[in-house]
């Protein structure tokens, strides 16, 4: 008995030390955050999947997941494995991500790990940089985590070689298509139109068993490919290519085989391999030394261009490059290479996504939405359609791209588990929470010494190993382009914010505020606030003078004197509104100056734009008609904050908003022009969005549209403005009484006697109490007891304007309504606007079968930052001033944004860059 006694005691005892060493030790490991990838839609990677995150459970760590709706693993999964899911991360010692995080989600004093394209001082990035340091941030880079041999250990490459190479395939048929050419290629689909990268190689050898039987067509015969790098990308590019039938052949080997079988039919593609010992020769004739090209580049030439390039139908680039190697082909290369011989050259899937890199003619992002475009040799533009650059002759004057940055998340679930076996074993070295102690030497952290080699940040800078970052940085900023914005007000951040992270960019912020102006300029780097006064010509002459872009985000009646400077000093220059006559009395000195002026770059006018065209013009590149096009845009307060009985709120004063609801308007319906004398006679329920009440009406001048947006053949044209229901019937009723009229009236005259707004209303109406004026200006006389009337009469009660309250006495009705709406009517702490644009498109394929388009933009407003407007229209302004600095924008003169070579890179950088995109919806009758 006492000896059973004893035991149980000493197994007691010894169960509770063996549990406490156990919670001790699982304490002390970090807690592993997933963070939500949200660079863009399709990025549905995860660095663990729910099998690694079991793993990692079992061994003690704690994680927490963001939820995500995209994510290829859904939530449950997870959750099923154990993770906790939860939207804050605050919790997490380490946050894994794949993309690069916008750094006003990085969280203070954490550990992050993720692909942050730092290292090559990539200029789209350094915003973030400094974001790491502002923020003591800890940031291991998976691109550097390396073995002590310099062998990456933790990479999708091979996914990328694979998906890159299926795309590829994808887009070249849809090519030899436009060049006049049926092919096998046309039955590929897009590598995430596959369930498993098998299939994907199945669906490619039987497609390659139809090229064995029947040929390539004699024109591109031989089909030749060359594969560049000898990596794991490169590695996952030969894997598909190796599905269709080929013949693997030496680099060197191409010219003989092309001058053998050219115009004859082939049945095999011939594919080499070219690394950097087939595309470079040493300057002083030495054997090709790996050492000595690494160590020494300077010492090597390249050769690509003249032994590989001229004797190739594809290229994928897979190739690591960076600006002390030799490029495979320069612009000057490519260019003699056109005008002496032509090219050969179908396409080039450059899956490394290196812009203006080893093919220094690359100089645009594709993405997944549209993963290729044409470089058009003779021009030297991108164009979007893949029937562009071809002759009327039907000679190919075109290269297809596909520059897809982010292609393993288009085989999302396989590359997450790749990638997540390999990074797993490194986390379970890492043992301990405490990563970023202030001041920790690197050598006493817990963690295995590839991460170690891959700490970019830590302690609020650069490590020493990545130290040079600092100097590449310089060496891009000493050439910078300097951009004067004109003007401090609401919509200036946002164009700061944007340029501010562009290192090769600098800002001069003016307003006649100079406080507002540094104020503004305080938020951001590179960036100077100063006082200017439009009217100090010899001021505005020195400013023009010292930079490369004028933005104007003055008030409208400013952007001819603007403009003036502009075509004077010979500077580009951006503005958000409507094309002024004085700006456009500039057109003809414009281009004899060879200068750019864009002008409606911001929503409505901007975005509504770019969005429209994009649809009309790729509606008519298809060979399509367009029957109607109706499109309302609306600045609105966030439906949470709609509460009041006009379901509108006023950022500034209100009078511009009441004065354009005095506006007439001319609109095309049904073949019918129609004249609006009144513009809410004419609205209508706009239902787009079933959680919406809305309404829309007709504003300004629709017709002219018609041949800006080149749809001379279309029945319906309008645009218009939105507003949550009722506001039309409320204003109407103001407008009628004369409540909004800009005449002088002397009942409110400065020293008359007062008068109650009572009173008032009756005299204006001519009737005999208030609520009958209101009733009869409303058109509700005889239905008083109706919705409609009732909830007209209860917004003049909230207004304060049917009672016993005096009138203002500001002489023009207007004021006075303006008196007492704006302190009614202002956004309040925390709350937040939205931005409401809708475009519904009635159209005919090239069948004439009829099909409708509904495009949806919905922007939220940040609260305590910038309201959702003056992001929508000053961030394209931003994106537009750079383009023009960068020179991708160049057409002379004055303009708006009506033609693809303007709108389509802004909308790519809207997307891309900013995450601003309409949600498009496509049906046929």
Same mark, same amino acid.
């Given at each position: 008995?006492?000896?059973?006694?004893?035991?149980?005691?000493?197994?007691?005892?010894?169960?509770q030390?063996?549990?406490?060493?156990?919670?001790?030790?699982?304490?002390?490991?970090?807690?592993?955050?997933?963070?939500?990838?949200?660079?863009?839609?399709?990025?549905?990677?995860?660095?663990?999947?729910?099998?690694?995150?079991?793993?990692?459970?079992?061994k003690?760590?704690?994680?927490?997941?963001?939820?995500?709706?995209?994510?290829?693993?859904?939530?449950e999964?997870?959750?099923?494995?154990?993770?906790?899911?939860?939207?804050?991360l605050?919790?997490?010692?380490?946050?894994?991500? /794949?993309?690069?995080?916008?750094?006003?989600?990085?969280?203070?004093?954490?550990t992050?790990?993720?692909?942050?394209?730092?290292?090559?001082?990539?200029?789209?990035n350094? #915003?973030?940089l400094?974001?790491?340091?502002?923020?003591?941030?800890?940031?291991?880079?998976?691109?550097?985590i390396?073995?002590?041999?310099?062998?990456?250990?933790?990479?999708?490459?091979?996914f +990328?070689?694979?998906?890159?190479?299926?795309?590829?395939?994808?887009?070249?048929?849809?090519? =030899? =298509?436009?060049?006049?050419?049926?092919?096998?290629?046309?039955?590929?689909?897009?590598?995430?139109?596959?369930?498993?990268?098998?299939?994907?190689?199945?669906?490619?050898?039987?497609?390659?068993?139809?090229i064995?039987r029947?040929?390539?067509?004699?024109?591109?015969?031989?089909?030749?490919?060359?594969?560049?790098?000898?990596?794991?990308?490169?590695?996952?590019?030969?894997?598909?290519?190796?599905?269709?039938?080929?013949?693997?052949?030496?680099?060197?080997?191409?010219?003989?085989?092309?001058?053998?079988n050219?115009?004859?039919?082939?049945?095999?593609i011939?594919t080499?391999?070219?690394?950097?010992?087939?595309?470079?020769?040493?300057?002083?004739?030495?054997?090709?030394?790996?050492?000595?090209?690494?160590?020494r580049?300077?010492n090597?030439?390249?050769?690509?261009?003249?032994?590989?390039?001229?004797?190739?139908?594809?290229i994928?680039?897979?190739?690591?490059?960076?600006?002390k190697?030799?490029?495979?082909?320069?612009?000057?290369?490519?260019?003699?290479?056109?005008?002496?011989?032509?090219?050969?050259?179908?396409g080039?899937?450059?899956?490394?996504?290196?812009?203006?890199?080893?093919?220094?003619f690359?100089?645009?992002?594709?993405?997944?939405?549209?993963?290729?475009?044409?470089?058009?040799?003779?021009?030297?533009? #991108?164009?979007?359609?893949?029937?562009?650059a071809?002759?009327?002759?039907?000679?190919?004057?075109?290269?297809?791209?596909?520059?897809?940055?982010?292609?393993?998340?288009?085989?999302?679930?396989?590359?997450?588990?790749?990638?997540?076996?390999?990074?797993?074993?490194?986390?379970?070295?890492?043992?301990?929470?405490?990563?970023?102690?202030?001041?920790?030497?690197?050598?006493?952290?817990?963690?295995?010494?590839?991460?170690?080699?891959?700490v970019?940040?830590?302690?609020?800078?650069?490590?020493?190993?990545?130290?040079?970052?600092?100097?590449?940085?310089?060496?891009c900023?000493g050439?910078?382009?300097?951009?004067? /914005?004109?003007g401090?007000? #609401?919509?200036?951040?946002?164009?700061?914010?944007? =340029?501010?992270?562009?290192?090769?960019?600098?800002?001069?912020?003016?307003?006649?505020?100079?406080?507002?102006a540094?104020?503004?300029?305080?938020?951001?780097?590179?960036?100077?606030?100063?006082?200017?006064?439009?009217?100090?010509?010899?001021?505005?002459? /020195?400013?023009a003078?010292?930079?490369?872009?004028?933005? @104007?985000?003055?008030?409208y009646i400013f952007h001819?004197?603007?403009a003036k400077?502009?075509?004077?000093?010979?500077?580009?220059?951006?503005?958000?509104?409507?094309?002024?006559?004085?700006?456009?009395?500039?057109?003809?000195?414009?281009?004899?100056?060879?200068?750019?002026?864009?002008?409606?770059?911001?929503?409505?006018?901007?975005?509504?734009?770019?969005?429209?065209?994009?649809?009309?013009?790729?509606?008519? +590149?298809?060979?399509?008609?367009?029957?109607?096009?109706?499109?309302y845009?609306?600045g609105?307060?966030?439906?949470?904050?709609?509460?009041?009985?006009?379901?509108?709120?006023? @950022?500034?004063?209100?009078?511009g908003?009441?004065?354009?609801?005095?506006?007439?308007?001319?609109?095309?319906?049904?073949?019918?022009?129609?004249?609006?004398?009144?513009?809410?006679?004419?609205?209508?329920k706009?239902?787009?969005?079933?959680?919406?009440?809305?309404?829309?009406?007709?504003?300004?001048?629709?017709?002219?549209?018609?041949?800006?947006?080149?749809?001379?053949?279309?029945?319906t044209?309008?645009?218009?403005?939105?507003?949550?229901?009722g506001?039309?019937?409320?204003?109407?009723?103001?407008?009628?009484?004369?409540?909004?009229?800009?005449?002088?009236?002397?009942?409110?005259?400065?020293?008359?006697?007062?008068?109650?707004? +009572?009173?008032?209303?009756?005299k204006?109406?001519?009737?005999a109490?208030?609520?009958?004026?209101?009733?009869?200006?409303?058109?509700?006389?005889?239905?008083?007891?109706?919705?409609?009337?009732?909830?007209?009469?209860?917004?003049?009660?909230?207004?304060?304007?049917?009672?016993?309250?005096?009138?203002?006495?500001?002489?023009?009705?207007?004021?006075?309504?303006?008196?007492?709406?704006?302190?009614?009517?202002?956004?309040?702490?925390?709350?937040?606007?939205?931005?409401?644009?809708?475009?519904?498109?009635?159209?005919?394929?090239?069948?004439?079968?009829?099909?409708?388009?509904?495009?949806?933009?919905?922007?939220?407003g940040?609260?305590?930052?910038?309201?959702?407007?003056?992001?929508?229209?000053?961030?394209?302004?931003?994106?537009?001033?750079r383009?023009?600095a960068?020179?991708?924008?160049?057409?002379?003169?004055?303009?708006?944004?009506?033609?693809?070579d303007?709108?389509?890179?802004?909308?790519?950088?809207?997307?891309?860059?900013?995450?601003?995109?309409?949600?498009?919806?496509?049906?046929?009758?």
């Amino acid at each position: 008995m006492l000896r059973r006694a004893f035991f149980s005691s000493v197994t007691s005892s010894l169960a509770q030390c063996v549990g406490q060493c156990f919670a001790s030790t699982a304490s002390s490991l970090p807690i592993l955050g997933v963070r939500r990838e949200d660079k863009t839609r399709w990025e549905r990677r995860s660095p663990l999947t729910p099998d690694n995150v079991s793993r990692l459970i079992e061994k003690g760590y704690r994680v927490i997941v963001q939820p995500s709706g995209i994510r290829v693993f859904p939530d449950e999964q997870y959750r099923q494995a154990g993770a906790e899911i939860n939207e804050d991360l605050n919790g997490a010692d380490i946050i894994m991500g /794949v993309k690069e995080v916008r750094p006003d989600l990085l969280l203070r004093d954490k550990t992050y790990i993720f692909f942050s394209h730092v290292i090559k001082a990539q200029p789209y990035n350094m #915003n973030m940089l400094d974001e790491l340091f502002r923020k003591n941030i800890m940031h291991i880079d998976y691109e550097s985590i390396k073995d002590s041999t310099g062998n990456r250990l933790v990479k999708f490459g091979k996914f +990328a070689g694979n998906a890159g190479t299926i795309d590829y395939l994808y887009g070249l048929g849809d090519r =030899l =298509l436009a060049l006049g050419h049926n092919t096998p290629f046309l039955e590929m689909g897009l590598s995430r139109s596959y369930p498993t990268l098998e299939k994907a190689k199945q669906a490619i050898r039987e497609l390659g068993n139809k090229i064995h039987r029947y040929g390539i067509p004699k024109r591109f015969s031989p089909l030749t490919f060359c594969v560049t790098g000898e990596g794991a990308v490169s590695q996952g590019a030969q894997e598909i290519l190796s599905c269709l039938p080929q013949q693997m052949v030496h680099p060197h080997d191409l010219k003989k085989i092309v001058e053998k079988n050219a115009g004859k039919t082939t049945n095999e593609i011939y594919t080499c391999v070219a690394g950097p010992q087939h595309c470079t020769e040493h300057v002083e004739g030495k054997p090709f030394s790996w050492d000595e090209y690494l160590n020494r580049p300077q010492n090597f030439r390249g050769t690509f261009h003249d032994k590989i390039f001229p004797y190739c139908s594809s290229i994928i680039n897979c190739t690591y490059w960076d600006e002390k190697f030799p490029r495979l082909i320069t612009n000057a290369q490519m260019d003699a290479l056109c005008k002496k011989d032509g090219h050969r050259l179908l396409g080039i899937a450059d899956i490394s996504a290196d812009m203006e890199g080893s093919i220094e003619f690359m100089s645009k992002f594709s993405d997944i939405d549209e993963p290729f475009f044409v470089y058009n040799t003779k021009t030297k533009e #991108n164009e979007p359609q893949l029937t562009a650059a071809i002759d009327e002759n039907g000679k190919n004057e075109g290269v297809l791209f596909m520059t897809i940055d982010n292609l393993p998340t288009e085989l999302a679930a396989e590359a997450s588990s790749y990638f997540g076996e390999m990074l797993v074993p490194l986390l379970e070295e890492t043992k301990s929470g405490d990563l970023n102690t202030p001041n920790k030497p690197m050598e006493e952290l817990a963690m295995p010494d590839s991460f170690k080699r891959a700490v970019i940040t830590k302690d609020g800078k650069l490590t020493p190993r990545y130290d040079y970052i600092s100097d590449l940085r310089a060496a891009c900023e000493g050439q910078k382009k300097k951009i004067l /914005v004109l003007g401090a007000g #609401n919509c200036a951040g946002p164009v700061i914010e944007y =340029l501010s992270q562009f290192p090769d960019i600098s800002i001069t912020v003016g307003d006649v505020n100079e406080q507002a102006a540094r104020d503004l300029a305080t938020k951001y780097p590179k960036t100077e606030g100063i006082k200017i006064d439009i009217a100090d010509k010899a001021t505005m002459d /020195v400013l023009a003078q010292d930079h490369d872009v004028l933005v @104007s985000m003055l008030p409208y009646i400013f952007h001819g004197e603007v403009a003036k400077l502009a075509v004077k000093h010979r500077k580009n220059m951006v503005t958000a509104s409507y094309v002024q006559p004085a700006v456009r009395a500039l057109d003809e000195e414009a281009k004899k100056a060879r200068v750019t002026i864009l002008n409606e770059i911001g929503l409505d006018p901007g975005i509504d734009h770019f969005s429209a065209l994009r649809i009309l013009d790729g509606c008519k +590149a298809a060979g399509g008609k367009v029957d109607s096009f109706v499109s309302y845009c609306g600045g609105l307060p966030a439906p949470e904050c709609s509460n009041n009985p006009l379901g509108y709120k006023f @950022s500034w004063s209100p009078r511009g908003v009441l004065l354009a609801s005095g506006n007439k308007a001319r609109f095309q319906r049904d073949g019918k022009i129609v004249n609006a004398d009144n513009i809410f006679d004419h609205r209508e329920k706009v239902k787009i969005l079933p959680g919406f009440n809305l309404e829309g009406y007709p504003n300004r001048d629709s017709v002219p549209y018609i041949d800006l947006y080149r749809i001379n053949e279309t029945k319906t044209m309008l645009r218009g403005t939105m507003r949550y229901g009722g506001f039309c019937e409320i204003v109407n009723s103001m407008r009628q009484m004369g409540l909004i009229s800009t005449e002088q009236n002397p009942l409110i005259q400065k020293g008359a006697a007062p008068i109650t707004w +009572a009173e008032y209303i009756k005299k204006l109406s001519g009737a005999a109490t208030a609520q009958e004026g209101i009733l009869k200006a409303a058109g509700l006389l005889n239905q008083p007891d109706s919705e409609s009337a009732q909830n007209v009469l209860y917004a003049y009660k909230w207004l304060g304007i049917m009672g016993n309250k005096p009138v203002p006495q500001n002489g023009a009705p207007i004021d006075a309504m303006c008196d007492i709406m704006t302190p009614l009517m202002g956004y309040e702490e925390g709350e937040r606007d939205m931005c409401l644009l809708n475009h519904q498109f009635g159209l005919r394929d090239k069948n004439n079968r009829k099909y409708e388009v509904s495009s949806t933009l919905v922007e939220y407003g940040t609260p305590g930052g910038y309201s959702a407007m003056a992001r929508t229209v000053g961030t394209p302004v931003g994106i537009a001033a750079r383009l023009v600095a960068d020179g991708v924008i160049t057409k002379k003169g004055v303009h708006a944004p009506m033609t693809a070579d303007i709108y389509e890179p802004i909308m790519q950088a809207l997307e891309k860059e900013c995450g601003i995109r309409m949600l498009e919806k496509e049906f046929y009758h």
